[in-house]
């Protein structure tokens, strides 16, 4: 199976600091990567797909970048609001993996 | 707008069969674009992708998990159901249901039960 390791596991910033957080696929996936917002105690949501692609209803805040096996989440100008635990996921070959979270604090 | 809701037991003793439905309202499970799966997170950790069926009834299984699974669907309800066997400690987890997209994005999930092994 595809193996997603994200990095890092944990990050604190500042609203004035950008969040970037990678994640590496084992073998190249493409485009096929996807990034997930969970909050304490919800679902998880979807922010991005297919490494760049946005969905409706996320602020442009969030973004993606990457290909193959070397992606990129980004949150410009973070809020409290964004305190959340941030995962990718691989759809390029079953079974479909997710990488372990990043959780991220505002500080 | 679509919601998925999870239902069964929150307490399955160890070797037993841990058994979840979801029901699905404000769309037709028997729509063509979409399949249907379930997800797993174990307390305090990260997600797994189990296992997802499209409305006629093919599956797809995650072929590490240790416990036998089944996925079944049942249009006339718009519900769909997980079978996980022979479970143990190790299958405590947070279950979720989610409608994948047809390129397999999952963009609904369910708000998750939890579901203990013990004795």
């Known amino acids: 199976e595809i193996v997603l390791t994200q990095s890092p596991d944990f990050q604190s910033v500042t609203p004035k600091e950008k969040v970037t957080i990678t994640c590496r696929a084992s073998?190249?996936?493409?485009?096929?990567l996807h990034w997930y917002q969970q909050k304490p105690d919800q679902s998880p949501k979807l922010l991005i797909k297919?490494?760049?692609q946005s969905i409706s209803g996320v602020p442009s805040k969030f973004s993606g970048s990457g290909s193959g096996t070397d992606f990129t989440l980004t949150i410009n100008s973070p809020e409290t609001e964004d305190a959340a635990t941030y995962y990718c996921h691989q759809t390029s070959t079953l079974p479909w993996t997710f990488g372990q979270g990043t959780k991220v604090e505002i500080k | 707008q679509v919601q998925l809701q999870e239902s069964g037991p929150g307490l399955v003793k160890p070797s037993e069969t841990l058994s979840l439905t979801c029901s699905v309202s404000?769309?037709?499970?028997?729509?063509?674009?979409?399949?249907w799966g379930w997800i797993r997170q174990p307390p305090g950790k990260g997600l797994e992708w189990i296992g997802s069926?499209?409305?006629?009834?093919?599956?797809y299984y995650n072929p590490s998990l240790k416990s036998p699974v089944t996925i079944s669907v049942d249009t006339s309800k718009n519900q769909f159901s997980l079978k996980l066997s022979s479970v143990t400690a190790a299958d405590t987890a947070v279950y979720y249901c989610?409608?994948?997209?047809?390129?397999?994005?999952?963009?609904?999930w369910g708000q998750g039960a939890l579901v203990t092994v013990s004795s």
């Open positions: 297919f490494a760049s």
């Open positions: 069926i499209y409305y006629s009834g093919s599956t």
């Open positions: 073998q190249s996936i493409g485009g096929s």
């Open positions: 404000g769309g037709s499970i028997s729509s063509t674009d979409y399949y």
């Open positions: 989610a409608r994948h997209s047809s390129t397999w994005t999952i963009d609904y």
